[in-house]
């Protein structure tokens, strides 16, 4: 009999830590750039990097547009992550939706960022950025958008001259 009643009461804590954890509120708490965002979750805090996309860094043209889209997509949302991994940098990676939409999804259609083929098969998002292209959206407005990791590069090239 006591050993029921201690499975019972475990299941019970067990139930409960679920329904606690259940109830948790998300939060993005910040926005770094159109791919990067700080994540509440609860008491704990951690940074995402949005897979399946790469936008334009804060400092590169049209990064603060990037930026802010996804300030406004995200802001006061029902915020949903899907954590999947994480990176070298001790960042979290996975998908975000806020409001039921797919951040990846959404800044890929908009024209705020760059599919990652690197990183991602995802062909679904592959047509999504080749429309925004073709309708020239957002970034895509540019003569000749320079791609995130192109831009990284040539700056990290620049900071090493000086």
Known sequence: MPRFIIYFLLAL???LALSIRAH???NVDYVYDGDTVKIIDGKVSYKLRITHI????????????SRRALIKLCSHANVKVRITGSDRYKRKLGSLACNETDVASYMLEHGHAWFNTKYSSNQLLAIKERSAR????????????????????LNKAQQKRQ
Not at 57 to 65: C, F, I, L, P, V
Not at 134 to 153: C, F, M
């Open 13 to 15: 804590i067990i139930l």
């Open 24 to 26: 948790a509120t998300v």
């Open 54 to 65: 790469d936008a334009p860094e804060r400092n590169q043209t049209y990064g603060k547009k």
């Open 134 to 153: 073709e309708k020239k959206l957002g970034l895509w407005q540019e003569k000749k958008p320079t791609a995130p990791w192109v831009w990284r590069y």
